[in-house]
């Protein structure tokens, strides 16, 4: 999978693709992940139409006064977008957010622990991170004292948003459910 990032507000029509380091480890396969990954060079344009996919909250507790983000891997490039967007005062209802980033070893925090860090220097009362690393796939987040610790129990208002590769979706959101989050509650980002 692959996002969209924005590399800063007012450039327009400039964006960050991120892609895995690994071609085994892509899920699926793309003509346009093959171009970006061996033909593209720093520079080249290129014209991309958005798809359908955007986070799209169902639940009844509205507004949402509280966001907890699971997320794994590349899953925190979308993360790190909505945290962008949602924080700063006056944007949006939410007034708290948790972010939850599990990987299975300490370089994938590479991929975003600057900008992570960044917002959370802006928003230390509104910001909660929370970087853990376990295999969620041989693991289950259940009994992991940080993953307990880290994700609260369902109030309403809250939204939870799962951003990973599917086996971590798959197991994130049954782990929310068992926490009680609602089903219509919880985004699962593609």
């Not at 994130?172 to 459910?177: D, Q």
Request: charged fraction near 25%; glycine fraction near 8%.
């Amino acid at each position: 999978n692959f996002f969209p990032f924005s590399s800063g507000e007012g450039k327009t029509g400039v964006v960050r693709v991120v892609l895995p380091n690994d071609k085994e480890a892509e899920e699926g396969s793309s003509k346009f992940t093959e171009v970006l990954r061996d033909e593209l060079r720093t520079g080249d344009e290129v014209a991309i139409k958005p798809g359908k996919h955007h986070l799209a909250y169902h639940g009844k507790h509205v507004p949402v006064t509280d966001t907890v983000y699971l997320a794994s891997g590349l899953g925190i490039v979308p993360v790190l977008d909505q945290i962008k967007a949602t924080l700063p005062r006056g944007s949006s209802s939410v007034k708290t957010s948790s972010v939850v980033w599990i990987n299975d070893d300490r370089e994938t925090f590479d991929l975003a622990m600057d900008e992570l860090e960044a917002e959370y220097m802006k928003y230390p009362s509104k910001l909660a991170v929370s970087c853990i690393m376990d295999d969620v796939s041989k693991n289950p987040m259940e009994g992991n004292a940080e993953v307990e610790e880290a994700v609260p129990y369902f109030n309403a208002g809250t939204m939870a948003v799962v951003a990973g590769p599917k086996r971590f979706a798959e197991r994130a959101r049954g782990y929310l459910a068992r926490k009680g989050y609602p089903e219509n509650c919880v985004c699962v980002l593609p």
